[in-house]
C-alpha cells in the first residue's frame, strides 16, 4: 500500500480553520479575522485544499505516511478512531507528535458521544445521551468532557447527536437525546455551548 492511501480524508467547511486559530490556540498572537485572512491568502492552493482533509490514520503512532500527509499535503486535521487509540500517554505522544509536524495547528477530532460510541475509554465523562434530561445537565456534561479532551490535545469532538430517533429499534436509539424536536434541539443546543466554553470545537451529526 502506497503512503498516499494510508490515509484516507472526509471534507469540512473553511470556516472551521478560523474557529481554531482564534479560540484554541489564541498563543498564536492572531489578531483575529485580519491576521486570519493574511495568513490564507499567503496558502498555496495546495495548502488550502489540504487544509479541507481531516485525515484517519492507520496505527497509533505517526508513522511517515501520517508526517507526509501533514507536511506535504498540508492536511487540515486527524480523525482518530480504536485503531490510533490505547492508553492516555500514547493519545497525548501521537497528538504531540503529529502537531509538532503541522504548519498550521491541527484539528483532532474524535467521536466521544459518551455512552457506547466513546473511543476514549479510559476518560472519565462517558455520560451516554439519552440519560442527559435538561439543558443544563446536558452543558455540564459537555464541558467536563471537553476538558478532558483538551488535556489530550483533542480539539473536535464529533458531537453530540442531533438525529430525532422514535424508534427503540433503530441502531441510533442508544445514542440520541430523548423527548420530541424541540427538546432535543435544546439540549443539542446547550451541549455544543458546553463544548465551546471548553475549547473544544463540537460537530453535531449526521447529516446527509
Known sequence: MSKQKKFFGFLIPSALLVVLVVVLFPWRNLKAEDDISTRVSQMSLDEKVGQLVIAGLVGPYADDAAREAISKYHIGGVNLLGRNIKERNQVIKLITDLQAVAAVPLFIAVDQEGGSISRLRFL???????SIRTARQARAVAVSRGKELKELGVNMNFS?????????????????????????AS??????????????????????
Open 124 to 130: 472519565k465523562e462517558l455520560t451516554p445521551q439519552y
Open 187 to 208: 439540549l443539542g443546543q446547550a451541549m455544543m455551548e458546553g463544548y465551546k466554553a471548553a475549547g473544544v470545537v463540537s460537530v453535531p451529526k449526521h447529516f446527509p
Open 160 to 184: 453530540p447527536v442531533l438525529d430525532y430517533v422514535t424508534s427503540e429499534r433503530s441502531y441510533l436509539w442508544p445514542r440520541v437525546f430523548r423527548g420530541n424536536v424541540a427538546a432535543v
